[in-house]
Nanobody, 125 residues
Protein backbone atom coordinates (compact mmCIF):
# COMPACT_ATOMS: atom_id res chain seq x y z
CA UNK A 1 0.00 0.00 0.00
CA UNK A 2 1.50 3.33 -1.08
CA UNK A 3 1.15 6.13 1.44
CA UNK A 4 1.99 9.58 0.14
CA UNK A 5 3.47 12.33 2.29
CA UNK A 6 3.85 15.86 0.93
CA UNK A 7 6.19 18.50 2.28
CA UNK A 8 7.61 21.88 1.31
CA UNK A 9 4.55 24.09 1.48
CA UNK A 10 4.56 27.47 3.16
CA UNK A 11 4.08 31.19 2.77
CA UNK A 12 5.84 33.03 -0.05
CA UNK A 13 5.52 36.42 -1.70
CA UNK A 14 4.27 36.76 -5.24
CA UNK A 15 7.07 36.11 -7.69
CA UNK A 16 8.80 33.73 -5.33
CA UNK A 17 9.46 30.00 -5.55
CA UNK A 18 8.73 26.86 -3.59
CA UNK A 19 9.57 23.21 -4.12
CA UNK A 20 7.14 20.57 -2.96
CA UNK A 21 8.16 16.99 -2.33
CA UNK A 22 6.14 13.81 -2.25
CA UNK A 23 7.79 10.85 -0.61
CA UNK A 24 5.70 7.71 -0.76
CA UNK A 25 6.26 5.18 1.97
CA UNK A 26 5.66 1.50 1.94
CA UNK A 27 6.42 0.86 -1.70
CA UNK A 28 8.57 2.03 -4.57
CA UNK A 29 7.09 4.75 -6.79
CA UNK A 30 8.64 3.16 -9.88
CA UNK A 31 5.44 1.68 -11.34
CA UNK A 32 3.32 4.73 -10.47
CA UNK A 33 2.39 7.71 -12.55
CA UNK A 34 2.55 10.62 -10.13
CA UNK A 35 0.61 13.85 -10.15
CA UNK A 36 -0.02 17.05 -8.26
CA UNK A 37 -3.43 18.60 -7.75
CA UNK A 38 -4.50 21.62 -5.78
CA UNK A 39 -7.65 22.80 -4.11
CA UNK A 40 -8.32 26.39 -3.18
CA UNK A 41 -10.84 27.29 -0.53
CA UNK A 42 -14.35 26.83 -1.87
CA UNK A 43 -13.19 25.44 -5.20
CA UNK A 44 -12.88 22.03 -6.78
CA UNK A 45 -9.64 20.11 -6.85
CA UNK A 46 -7.73 20.89 -10.03
CA UNK A 47 -4.88 19.29 -11.93
CA UNK A 48 -1.45 20.89 -11.67
CA UNK A 49 1.09 18.45 -13.12
CA UNK A 50 1.78 14.81 -13.86
CA UNK A 51 4.75 12.62 -14.72
CA UNK A 52 4.36 9.12 -16.05
CA UNK A 53 5.71 5.98 -14.47
CA UNK A 54 8.00 5.68 -17.49
CA UNK A 55 9.32 9.11 -16.51
CA UNK A 56 9.41 10.64 -19.97
CA UNK A 57 6.07 12.39 -20.27
CA UNK A 58 4.83 15.37 -18.28
CA UNK A 59 1.65 17.39 -18.54
CA UNK A 60 0.52 20.73 -17.18
CA UNK A 61 -2.54 22.93 -17.51
CA UNK A 62 -2.07 26.31 -19.16
CA UNK A 63 -2.40 28.04 -15.78
CA UNK A 64 0.99 26.73 -14.59
CA UNK A 65 2.79 25.83 -17.82
CA UNK A 66 6.18 27.51 -17.96
CA UNK A 67 6.18 28.22 -14.23
CA UNK A 68 5.87 24.78 -12.63
CA UNK A 69 8.04 21.71 -13.26
CA UNK A 70 7.34 18.19 -12.07
CA UNK A 71 10.16 15.67 -11.75
CA UNK A 72 10.84 12.34 -10.14
CA UNK A 73 13.90 10.72 -8.63
CA UNK A 74 13.17 7.02 -8.47
CA UNK A 75 16.41 6.34 -6.62
CA UNK A 76 15.25 8.66 -3.82
CA UNK A 77 11.66 7.50 -4.21
CA UNK A 78 10.55 11.12 -4.38
CA UNK A 79 8.53 13.32 -6.71
CA UNK A 80 9.03 17.07 -6.82
CA UNK A 81 7.03 20.08 -7.92
CA UNK A 82 9.17 23.14 -8.51
CA UNK A 83 6.99 26.23 -8.52
CA UNK A 84 8.40 29.51 -9.80
CA UNK A 85 6.90 32.93 -10.41
CA UNK A 86 4.17 32.17 -7.92
CA UNK A 87 0.98 34.20 -8.01
CA UNK A 88 -1.66 34.79 -5.33
CA UNK A 89 -4.05 32.62 -7.35
CA UNK A 90 -1.70 29.67 -6.78
CA UNK A 91 -2.73 29.70 -3.13
CA UNK A 92 -4.23 26.30 -2.31
CA UNK A 93 -3.68 22.99 -0.59
CA UNK A 94 -1.49 20.90 -2.87
CA UNK A 95 -1.97 17.15 -3.05
CA UNK A 96 0.26 14.41 -4.36
CA UNK A 97 -1.47 11.54 -6.15
CA UNK A 98 -0.40 8.19 -7.60
CA UNK A 99 -1.78 5.61 -9.99
CA UNK A 100 -0.09 2.38 -11.08
CA UNK A 101 0.89 2.17 -14.76
CA UNK A 102 -1.35 5.10 -15.74
CA UNK A 103 -0.81 6.11 -19.37
CA UNK A 104 -3.75 8.43 -20.05
CA UNK A 105 -6.31 10.77 -18.48
CA UNK A 106 -3.67 12.31 -16.28
CA UNK A 107 -5.73 15.38 -15.38
CA UNK A 108 -8.64 13.57 -13.77
CA UNK A 109 -8.83 13.00 -10.04
CA UNK A 110 -10.65 9.74 -10.68
CA UNK A 111 -7.56 8.33 -12.43
CA UNK A 112 -5.66 8.20 -9.14
CA UNK A 113 -6.21 5.82 -6.25
CA UNK A 114 -3.57 7.09 -3.82
CA UNK A 115 -3.59 10.55 -2.26
CA UNK A 116 -1.54 12.42 0.26
CA UNK A 117 -2.88 14.60 3.04
CA UNK A 118 -1.92 17.82 1.31
CA UNK A 119 0.39 20.73 2.05
CA UNK A 120 -0.67 24.38 2.20
CA UNK A 121 0.84 26.89 -0.20
CA UNK A 122 0.03 30.54 0.41
CA UNK A 123 1.20 33.27 -1.96
CA UNK A 124 0.89 36.82 -0.67
CA UNK A 125 0.52 39.82 -2.98
Amino acid sequence: QVQLVESGGGLVQAGGSLRLSCAPSGRSINPYTMAWFRQALGKEREFVASITWRGGHTEYPDSVKGRFTVSRDNAKNTVYLQMNSLKPEDTAVYYCAAAPFLDSNYAYTTSYNRWGQGTQVTVSS
